[in-house]
Each structure stands twice: as structure tokens, then as C-alpha cells.
């Protein structure tokens, strides 16, 4: 027996209510709740039959556990991964439309199909639409099973009728629809539903499932946020229009380390994988020119080098602009208060921009150091020593703070070619880090100038 109950779900966050209204109280957003039938199965009596069995966190044959990954044959996917899929687990990949996010799918299941079964189901495209694309990258004679679908109980009754599968895409979940669920597809109750029932199934019979979600307008994925907490890891696939580069994001990964990133350039074959990174976010100036700075960073446990530029120039408002592109604009505001307050600067009536070259995004507070820099050439107009970078956290007191992984950083700009680091002074000496390189400590910031 079945009963009939009506709720009001909001689209963005899941906040389910009784009634309708239109703000949601749990994220705020308005016109976004929307009202959902819920059919519930009246149980009657309690099963007893035991279904769960306890099993001991001490193996005996640690090896019969271990976990073997399946390489994807792209190097840059398999960094983001941890190393490979894992099978049994669930990615979820988002990124906004034309990004690229079936293509780089679409290129995985055909690499890995020549060594393992993989499946391709699209509730965006028919599979004539999947074929040309195939055709357009050169991976029309690959053995991939494609199928287009959006029901998930015919979905999931083709793959239970494989004998053996590996890898399996879903392109999208925000298609894919339940006959239970009395609601449009894409709605919360759906999205939750089809991908429940989705993750129980490659569980079970321990292929790789891969996501794909729609984001929404503030670039982040749709849905309910408990998609995030169901699957095994989230990716995010970011890009420029204006580049030909894209950014494949870790921001949770239960089998590898997460804000791990990995970058590819798109082009006519499809997505390339990009092996040294460093070169794409550096300007290479015949000659030095005021107002950028090298950052070494760190993104997940890849070390990164990237120019920093800052403008500096007379402002004809009242109130000065302050824009940044690529970084916080509030951490530039502190910045500034502190080369004006602990180092005599003067940035009153000038406007300043800041951007952070290829698009790149930088939350790190190591960037301090490398802002204060660009920053301070800028206003200066004299450039800064060449064959150097920067990178150091800067308190409100004027210090300049040690930051983690500065071996990693150091490494990574010797073999650049980079002679000279600037940041903090630590108990370690960094010089014995990089053999044959004269790797100079300075904490003066003014003495960064020719």
C-alpha cells in the first residue's frame, strides 16, 4: 500500500518544507522552491532476516584488499584521481556547458576501452550525436558500448544485462528520471533518487561510475548537496573562453589527495594533457618589466610556478577601484593597508589592478609576498630581479610568515631555471634543498629591485 504525500523542495540547496513560500530558509535564494508528489510504501511487520555482517578492521592477507586502480591512459586525469579509478567508486564531474566535459569522457572510455569493458550512456545526445563526435576526435573504432537513455529503470536493467563492465558515464544525472518520483527530471528528489539507486548498482558490481552535473549560474554543481556527500569524489573542469587551456579540479577525493589539479589544452584532436604546467602561466619578457612578480605555488601536491602582475595608476573617482582578477580582492585590501602602514607606501588616489596571467585562480595565502612585490613595483615603476619568485604569508604586523611545502616550491623553480627566492627565513636551511644553486633568502622587500 502506497501513500501519496505532497512537499515543497527547493531546486538549489534541498531545504524541504511544508508549505510553500518564496525564499528558501536554507540558502536564501528566491523563487526556487518547488512543490514535489513523494509516494511512501506503508510497511507492515519488521524484517528480522540479518542483511549486515560485521567484518574485522585486522586482515589477514592485506594484499587480497588492496585496491588495484584502472589507468586512464591521461596522465593529468589519473594525477587528479590519485593515481587511477578505483573500481567500485563513484566520480561526479561537473563544469559549465561547453567546457569540454564530454569530450574528456568521452576520450577516457575510448583509451580504456582497449584494455577494459566500458559504457557510455547519454540523456543529452543520441548516439548518431556521440559517433560524430567520436569521429571528430579519432575514436570512431573503439570498442565503447554507447546507449541513449533517460529512464533509469532501463538504464539500469542494460547494465545489468552486461556480463562484465569497468567503467560506466552517465552523461547527465540532471536527465536521468525515475518512474517512482512524480517530479521533472533535474529536480532535487530526482537527482537524488536516479543517483542513489546508480551508486548502490556500481557498488555492487564494482565498476567505476562517472557523473556528469550541470552547474548552476554561480558555478557550482545542481543538485542537492548531498550528491556531493553520496559520491566518492567531485571534480570541477574550469576554463577561459579566451584560453585554450582547461583546469580539472579535486575538490573531494576519498582515495587521493584533494585540491589536486591537473591541465589540459584543448585542441582539434581534443583535450591534451600538459605535463609541465608552469610554462602556461608564465610571460616570457625580453626584457624585465615593473609590475609582476613570480609566485611559487602549490596546488594539491603539484608545485606551480605563476606571474602575478599589478597595475598601479592615477585614479580619476573619487573613490580609487580595486580589481583583481584571480584572487581575493578583500586579501588585497589587506595588503595594501599593511605596505601602507608598516612600510610608508602611499596608495591613496590610484587605482590598482591585479591579475593573476592564464586565468588561474589563487586562494593560498603564500601569494601575499608575490602581491606585496608586483604591488610595490608597480607603484615604483622599476622592475624587480629577474630569475626570482616570491612566496611567504604577510601578517598584519609586516612579518612575512613561513608557509608548508617550500622544498617543493624550491625545486620546482630551480628547475625552471629561477636562481633567487624570496620568503621567510625558517630553521631549515633551504639552501642545502636545491644542490648546485645559490638559492637566496631575503626578507626586504625593497631590495627586490634592480
Known amino acids: 500500500m502506497a501513500k501519496i504525500t505532497h512537499r515543497y523542495v527547493c531546486q538549489d540547496c534541498g531545504t524541504v518544507s511544508s508549505k510553500w513560500s518564496g525564499r528558501c530558509e536554507g540558502c536564501g535564494s528566491w523563487n526556487r522552491i518547488v512543490e514535489e508528489a513523494v509516494t511512501t510504501k506503508i510497511a507492515h511487520g519488521v524484517r528480522t532476516a540479518p542483511d549486515v555482517f560485521f567484518e574485522n578492521l585486522a586482515i589477514d592477507d592485506p594484499e587480497k584488499h588492496n585496491q588495484i586502480r584502472l589507468p586512464s591512459c591521461l596522465s593529468e586525469f589519473d594525477r587528479v584521481c590519485g593515481g587511477g579509478l578505483v573500481p567500485g567508486s563513484v566520480l561526479l564531474i561537473g563544469g559549465d556547458p561547453g567546457i569540454g566535459k564530454s569530450t574528456l569522457l568521452l576520450q577516457i572510455a575510448s583509451k580504456m576501452a582497449a584494455t577494459y569493458s566500458c559504457a557510455y550512456i547519454s540523456g543529452e545526445e543520441a548516439t548518431s550525436q556521440i559517433r560524430l563526435r567520436a569521429n571528430r576526435l579519432g575514436l570512431a573504432n573503439t570498442a565503447v558500448y554507447l546507449a541513449a537513455a533517460t529512464q533509469l529503470a532501463d538504464i539500469i536493467g542494460a547494465l545489468n544485462r552486461m556480463p562484465t563492465l569497468d567503467v560506466v558515464v552517465i552523461d547527465s544525472i540532471q536527465t536521468i528520471a525515475s518512474d517512482i518520483i512524480e517530479s521533472a527530471p533535474g529536480s532535487v528528489s530526482q537527482v537524488r533518487a536516479c543517483a542513489f539507486e546508480l551508486i548502490q548498482l556500481a557498488k555492487k558490481k564494482g565498476f567505476v561510475l562517472i557523473l556528469v552535473g550541470h552547474v548552476t549560474k554561480e558555478g557550482t554543481l545542481a543538485g542537492p548537496r548531498v550528491l556531493e556527500h553520496m559520491v566518492d ?28 589539479i591537473g591541465v589540459f589544452a584543448m585542441e582539434e584532436g581534443g583535450l591534451r594533457p600538459i605535463d609541465n604546467p608552469s610554462e602556461l602561466f608564465l ?5 624585465p618589466v615593473s609590475g609582476t612578480a613570480i609566485f611559487a605555488g602549490i ?34 585590501a589587506m595588503v595594501i593597508a599593511v605596505l ?5 607606501l602611499s596608495f591613496a588616489g590610484k587605482d590598482i589592478y591585479l591579475n593573476i596571467i592564464g586565468g588561474l585562480k589563487i586562494s593560498e595565502p603564500a601569494a ?10 608597480a607603484l615604483q ?27 617543493s616550491r624550491l625545486k620546482e623553480s630551480a628547475r625552471l631555471g629561477f636562481d633567487r627566492a624570496f620568503c621567510a627565513t625558517t630553521a631549515q636551511r633551504y639552501n642545502d634543498v636545491i644542490p648546485q644553486q645559490d638559492v637566496k633568502l631575503v626578507l626586504d622587500l625593497l631590495t627586490c629591485f634592480e
Request: charged content about 20%; glycine content about 10%; overall charge negative.
Open 233 to 260: 569524489t567531485v571534480l570541477y573542469f574550469e576554463g577561459d573562453g579566451a584560453y585554450d587551456y582547461r583546469l580539472l579540479r579535486s575538490v573531494k577525493n576519498r582515495f587521493g589527495p584533494s585540491n589536486e
Open 340 to 344: 601602507e602602514a608598516r612600510c610608508g
Open 299 to 332: 596546488e594539491g601536491t603539484r608545485p606551480l610556478l605563476v606571474e602575478i602582475q599589478a597595475l598601479v595608476a592615477p585614479s580619476s573617482y573619487a573613490a580609487p577601484k580595486r580589481t583583481t582578477v584571480g584572487w581575493d580582492v578583500n586579501r588585497l
Open 368 to 377: 601575499d609576498l608575490a602581491v606585496a612585490a608586483a604591488l610595490v613595483s
Open 283 to 287: 610571460s616570457h619578457h625580453d626584457v
Open 381 to 407: 615603476n622599476v622592475a624587480l630581479l629577474g630569475k626570482s619568485v616570491y612566496f611567504g604569508e604577510i601578517g598584519l604586523t609586516g612579518e612575512v610568515r613561513a608557509v608548508s611545502q617550500a622544498e
